[in-house]
């Protein structure tokens, strides 16, 4: 296969066929390289050298009253994930000062565990903790905060919400092998809300639960229909107590960057980010990933799941010769 030509017609036709990014994702091992050089001029073509980090918190965690099969705050497994309820807004506040002048991040997301926002109280508290880090931080603004309507979207949009993060998670045709307690439609009405409302939409998925190779590119084709700016691939980090982590299989550091040079293919515009199981699932390979065509990181803390030092992060970035994009 002619990875360099097939990157340049992604470029000029905004993506390529579903039956040439099987053939990708399916690349052999030997080949691998050969794919991420082409993803590579992708991501230059479209991001230039600039990498964008994000950084969240978890703001609330734990109790959740769904099932997700990899999810260690789901109320549903036995996990030792520690439980707390929705934190004040002035400690969400402090957390993205430290992320924008400790760690260079430049999108903050409040994370909150549950299906969606409990009460009045709650989403007044996170549109205070918006409406201080919009006046005390340069941050773009971001939730994850399950299910929403449009109504409680525009509500938090007057504090500063700019960006709505909400993971299809896995393909369609997989969704009732990873969740019973709702429905992929309900997630795609949260995303249809936001952008109704005017808000930029950040969706993506978890992946090595048991889904097929056509599975990843049946939802790398879903999140191209909905057009999000940015899209999360996590990589599953099997926690002991979850369902995801009796039927672990490991996945190979190649694999993931195979699926990250897919998704730069199919879709060459957008930002893509390897986030969640990026040290465990690559390992020492973690600076190919914008090699693969990745130009978005998290730094700091995962949800559950300590990260590796921010200084590490940007130093591999320096040594890659990229640079931390100032403006997100
Ligand atoms: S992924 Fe979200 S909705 Fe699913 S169990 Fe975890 S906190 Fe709940």
Redesign the pocket.
């Known amino acids: 296969m002619n990875y360099l030509q097939l990157s340049q017609e992604s470029i000029k036709n905004n993506g390529i066929s579903q039956a040439i990014a099987l053939k990708l994702i399916q690349t052999s091992d030997k080949n691998t390289f050969e794919l991420l050089a082409a993803a590579n001029k992708i991501r230059q073509h479209f991001k230039g050298n600039k990498i964008n980090l994000c950084a969240i918190v978890n703001a609330k965690s734990?109790k959740?009253?769904?099932?997700?099969s990899?999810?260690?705050?789901?109320?549903?497994?036995k996990t030792d994930v520690e439980s707390y309820p929705l934190m004040e807004p002035q400690k969400i506040i402090k957390r993205a000062q430290t992320a924008e002048e400790k760690m260079g991040a430049t999108c903050f997301s409040i994370v909150?565990?549950?299906?969606t926002v409990k009460t009045k109280e709650e989403t007044q508290r996170i549109g205070e903790a918006l409406n201080g880090i919009t006046n005390e931080t340069n941050m773009n603004r971001c939730v994850s905060t399950?299910t929403l309507n449009k109504e409680t979207i525009l509500e938090l949009k007057k504090k500063g919400l700019k960006r709505l993060h909400h993971?299809l998670?896995t393909a369609e045709s997989y969704f009732a092998n990873v969740?019973t307690?709702?429905t992929y439609q309900e997630r795609i009405e949260t995303l249809k809300a936001a952008k109704e409302a005017g808000i930029e939409i950040c969706s993506g998925g978890i992946f090595n639960l048991g889904e097929s190779l056509e599975q990843r590119v049946e939802l790398a084709y879903a999140l191209k229909e909905l057009d999000p700016v940015s899209i999360p691939i996590n990589i599953l980090n099997p926690i002991e107590g979850t369902p995801a982590h009796i039927n672990y299989k490991p996945i190979s550091p190649l694999a993931v960057l195979r699926l990250i040079a897919t998704y730069r293919f199919i879709l060459p515009d957008k930002d893509i980010g390897l986030f969640g199981g990026r040290e465990f699932a690559l390992r020492e390979l973690q600076p190919l990933m914008f090699i693969a065509g990745a130009n978005v990181t998290l730094v700091g803390d995962y949800?559950t799941v300590k990260g590796q030092e921010a200084s590490k992060d940007l130093q591999m970035i320096k040594d890659l010769g990229l640079e931390i994009n100032a403006i997100h």
């Open positions: 734990g959740c009253s769904e099932n997700c990899f999810c260690a705050q789901s109320a549903h497994h909150t565990s549950g299906k399950g993971n998670e969740c307690t709702h949800l």
